[in-house]
């Protein structure tokens, strides 16, 4: 379904009153995900899928990025020039699974009305479907992924800050304004069916009695393991920083920082960008972000790759979102929903030790 610019204009507020601006392009409602448990999203702009398990078995044909498929099962397979050895098994047929993100599609009700915090009215929204499309409410566009993005989406798993609550006149339907603390400035219009709102339990503290917590960072075995005292009591798959670039050629400045560090700020949600164009990156709604180097090194949720155990940020050390939000809740300093927000100084919170095994 979509909305002519006429219907836009229509749109009411119900929290703080003002005018909508029309968007770039027309909104479009939630499209009829598959209705399967686990479901599988195209991160890339295009994919092969095969016959088998295999990558150098017959090629069925492509799909597109942000197809959306029932997610039958991983498997073990064979592809000879990558260091993952996964595929996903579709109705379409096997997918190198590092370039499927693992989504589900749980739609919510919306709020009725925003709770009043100290940022003002607004809450932390996390999103629950495979993916929404933005309307931009203020163009023109500031941030460099969405002048390059037509179709500008949030995807599932991101988390942002919704400031307003916005209604269609003849639908019903509401909507969610996006405005990101740390971007550049945009702000979006969202379905509200696409997000739940997180509570103070999504943030509560993972045995806070515990003082002696440290997390190890491996970048050879592209590992984390957290540990309390001499037991390991977490472990996961990583992605550290790449050694080359998409180009093969050796980029030093890429690697994550070995020794050990301080974590020295938290924060629920960061716009990150850096970098130059072509080896750059600008990404928004970055969830569960853990900072532990002065130049903006991080743990943090990954919602654009699936290759975890394969060198590949910038830097940071890239996770599954429920491994970065378990590592948030778990390590000092501890983050209140409100303002979601924490910085320490020396000596720190619980250190992180990067090494090479």
């Not at 909305?3 to 027309?26: A, C, M, N, T, Y």
């Not at 195209?42 to 990025?65: C, E, H, M, W």
């Not at 590092?98 to 709770?115: A, C, Y």
């Not at 739940?196 to 997390?215: C, F, M, Q, Y």
């Amino acid at each position: 379904m979509r909305f002519s610019r006429r219907d836009v204009l229509k749109l009411g507020l119900i929290s703080i009153g003002s005018s909508v601006v029309p968007s770039l392009q027309p909104p479009r409602l939630l499209p009829a995900f598959p209705d399967y448990k686990a479901l599988g999203r195209i991160s890339v702009q295009q994919v092969n899928f095969y016959a088998r398990p295999d990558a150098t078995s017959p090629r069925i044909g492509l799909l597109p990025k942000d197809h959306v498929f029932p997610w039958l099962r991983e498997v073990s397979g064979y592809h000879p020039y990558r260091i993952t050895q996964r595929f996903v098994e579709s109705p379409e047929g096997f997918i190198w699974s590092g370039n499927v993100q693992r989504v589900e599609n749980h739609p919510n009700e919306g709020q009725d009305e925003l709770p009043s915090t100290t940022l003002g009215e607004g809450m932390w929204v996390e999103v629950t479907v495979p993916y929404v499309d933005l309307i931009l409410d203020n163009p023109p566009a500031r941030s460099p992924w969405l002048k390059e993005n037509p179709t500008p989406r949030l995807y599932y798993s991101q988390v942002l800050w919704a400031d307003r609550i916005v209604v269609d006149t003849d639908s019903g339907t509401r909507f969610y304004r996006i405005n990101e603390r740390f971007g550049y400035g945009d702000i979006f219009l969202a379905e509200a069916s696409a997000f739940r709102p997180l509570t103070a339990s999504d943030l509560a503290p993972i045995s806070p009695e515990v003082d002696d917590k440290r997390i190890v960072v491996d970048v050879t075995r592209q590992s984390l393991s957290c540990f309390e005292g001499s037991r390991e009591v977490y472990y996961c798959r990583v992605s550290t920083g790449a050694k080359f670039d998409s180009s093969g050629n050796p980029v030093k400045e890429w690697a994550t920082p070995l020794g050990p560090h301080p974590i020295w700020r938290k924060v629920i949600s960061l716009h990150m960008s850096g970098g130059t164009t072509g080896g750059g990156y600008d990404l928004p709604g970055i969830a569960w972000t853990t900072l532990f180097v002065g130049n903006g090194v991080a743990i943090h949720a990954t919602f654009w790759h699936n290759n975890f155990g394969v060198a590949m940020s910038h830097g940071c050390v890239n996770s599954l979102p429920q491994d970065a939000q378990w590592i948030f809740r778990w390590t000092t300093p501890y983050v209140e929903y409100d303002p979601g927000d924490v910085t320490i100084s020396m000596p720190g919170g619980t250190w992180v030790e990067v090494v090479e095994s």
